[in-house]
């Protein structure tokens, strides 16, 4: 196990089971604190969405703190004003799910190419999808146009890949379920 501070981001992913970025922290890391940015600008005149953030958060921290993993909220008006501050911590490793919006993918390179900068152990998570875009070509290696063939092929490919990726969910839940005893 490594000693360093496992930190996971969330962004809005606030999944305990089959969460890739928490399950690898909580595997190589015998510290592992959960990290939130509130950015207070995005849920101006936005009641409802801040109602369920606040509970989803709240769910989530109960849930991790059972694990023995804290979850920090910090306040801040852009991500890049919390990473400037977070890249001058010193042994700690970072991990996240992929949110697929253009700002984010952004973000994730150039925070990636700071974190190799500086040393700092990262890595990045397949978000909510099965798989992803560059995983799936036809035989000639090139993008499918049509739907039918890239599905039949996604799914191959799931089905090969997955059944020995859900054999290590199944491990990870069983060292969750005995982290929650």
């Known amino acids: ?24 922290a909580c595997k190589n890391h015998e ?13 101006k005149n936005r009641s409802a969405q801040q109602w369920w953030l606040f509970q989803s958060l709240n769910n989530f921290k109960n849930k991790l703190e059972k694990l ?6 910090i306040e801040a008006e852009s991500y890049k004003v919390i990473f400037e501050k977070i890249l001058k911590k010193e042994k700690f490793s970072i991990y996240w ?4 919006e253009p700002q984010y993918l952004l973000f994730d390179k150039k925070i990636s190419n700071s974190l190799k900068l500086k ?3 990262f890595k990045i998570f397949k978000g909510n999808l099965l798989n992803e875009s560059h995983e799936i070509k036809k ?20 089905l090969e890949k997955g059944f020995k990726k859900n054999e290590k969910i199944k491990s990870k839940k069983k060292k969750i379920k005995k982290l929650k005893k």
């Open 97 to 100: 799910n992929k949110v697929y």
């Open 1 to 24: 196990m490594n000693k360093n501070i496992g930190v996971v981001w969330l962004r809005n992913d606030f999944r305990f089971i089959k969460n890739d970025a928490l399950i690898y």
């Open 68 to 73: 023995n993993i804290t979850l920090e909220v």
């Open 139 to 158: 035989n000639d290696n090139t993008p499918f146009k049509v739907f039918t063939p890239f599905w039949r092929t996604a799914e191959k490919y799931y």
């Open 31 to 43: 510290t592992v604190s959960a990290l939130y940015i509130y950015k207070k600008k995005e849920f």
């Open 119 to 121: 040393n700092i152990n």
